[in-house]
């Protein structure tokens, strides 16, 4: 192995055992095979999990592309202290063809079915099967020789029927079934694949001509991208889009816990809601002031050289909670890595702190409540319902994402 791939493998090992440390919800969606040479990897992550994911990539150094266009899709690149870096692609949905926009809902399926690989969450053969073959002939119109090899090594283990199945058997043009498609992969009959492709996208090059541009205005947009990539990680870092804040390390060394409830990342401004324990509370605003924290507004602020600090601290006595009830929507946060005493709320304990809180945690403060998946509203109302705290989820619901 070249030391290109080995430093490539030790820092995909690093950000893989940092996801399984957070308790992140993730699945490397195609490319095993060729995780040590591929110019990218594919990652499918829960909807709820986007932040823990990113904690730990920033973590290590990474930083968060530009948004694309589709908000199921995030850009990331992490590298080590060598210069090699990789580029982490990050989807949430499972949506296909650029043009068709078709949404499948097998994600959730998928990551439930995932399994373990070494040190990397695979999907089931299964499932890999149907995602990677949509890909092709959805997203890319052909079936290029890696995807042949992939698709080949596990067309035998493909359990029938299966949710993949039945959504790529929806798809199919006149005279194509899902029996027809794995026959041919087992076949190795692509170029019937590729017949299946230009049929459902309306006619031969129907997509590709849909996204054409001219020559030459492909070539200056990738000139374009080409520079605005060697030039954004210094502009990410500059502005502090992917601190760590510094409470976290403040709380550490006092052995306070807390929980973190927002966390929201912004250029030259970081905003973060804990809540702490009310006799932790007490003792805290101390800390804050000999670490250079100012309180101002109900929020204690501290300027660094990537831009300002906005810490907003909560307890179970501001938020009308119970120590059990508290104990109970605490139960379900996940690690912090490396840190012992910070803990990341759930999506379902984050959207009834927002609404518990008011305008004191603030939709603006959390930055999640738009963003909230239906699992995470669910189980925000279990919690509600075994605490009689629904009415005030139902305002949240009715005011702030209706």
């Not at 090059?205 to 954004?232: I, K, Q």
Request: charged residues 25%.
């Amino acid at each position: 192995m070249t030391p290109h791939a080995l430093a490539r493998a030790a820092l995909l090992d690093q950000v893989f055992s940092g996801l399984e440390d957070a308790a992140v919800n993730w699945g490397l969606l195609r490319g095993r095979a060729t995780l040590d040479v591929a110019r990218d990897v594919d990652l499918l992550v829960a909807a709820d999990d986007v932040g823990v994911f990113e904690d730990v990539l920033f973590g290590l150094g990474g930083i968060a592309m530009p948004r694309s266009l589709h908000p199921w899709h995030r850009f990331y690149v992490c590298e080590d202290p060598t210069g090699h870096s990789i580029q982490i692609d990050v989807v949430t949905e499972l949506r296909y063809s650029r043009r068709l926009q078709l949404v499948s809902g097998l994600e959730a399926g998928c990551l439930e079915r995932r399994r373990k690989d070494g040190a990397v969450q695979v999907l089931d053969p299964t499932d890999l099967f149907w995602t990677v073959l949509l890909h092709c002939l959805l997203d890319k119109q052909t079936v290029n020789e890696r995807r042949r090899t992939e698709l080949s090594s596990v067309v035998q283990q493909v359990s029938r029927p299966s949710p993949g199945e039945v959504f790529f058997a929806s798809l199919c043009p006149p005279g194509w079934s899902s029996g027809r498609a794995l026959e041919a992969v087992a076949r190795g009959d692509w170029e019937a694949l590729s017949e299946w492709a230009i049929q459902l996208s309306g006619g031969p090059g129907h997509a590709a001509d849909t996204l054409a541009e001219p020559r030459f205005a492909a070539g200056g947009r990738r000139l374009l991208r080409s520079s605005a990539r060697a030039v954004y990680p210094a502009v990410w870092r500059r502005a502090g889009l992917g601190v760590t804040p510094r409470i976290m390390d403040v709380l550490e060394s006092v052995s306070i816990e807390a929980t973190v409830v927002g966390l929201r990342r912004r250029p030259g401004i970081c905003d973060i809601v804990i809540v702490v324990p009310d006799a932790q509370l007490r003792d805290l605003p101390r800390q804050l002031t000999r670490h250079r924290y100012r309180r101002a507004g109900g929020v204690w602020n501290r300027a660094a050289g990537s831009g300002l600090e906005r810490v907003r601290l909560l307890s179970p006595a501001i938020l009308g909670l119970s120590g059990p009830a508290w104990s109970d929507l605490d139960r379900s946060s996940t690690p912090m890595p490396p840190r012992a005493h910070c803990r990341r709320a759930s999506a379902g304990t984050r959207l009834l702190v927002v609404a518990l809180a008011g305008e004191l945690a603030g939709r603006g403060a959390t930055g999640q409540v738009e963003a909230a998946s239906d699992r995470a509203w669910a189980d925000a109302e279990q919690l509600a319902i075994a605490h009689g705290l629904l009415p005030r989820l139902e305002l949240l619901r009715r005011h702030e994402v209706a």
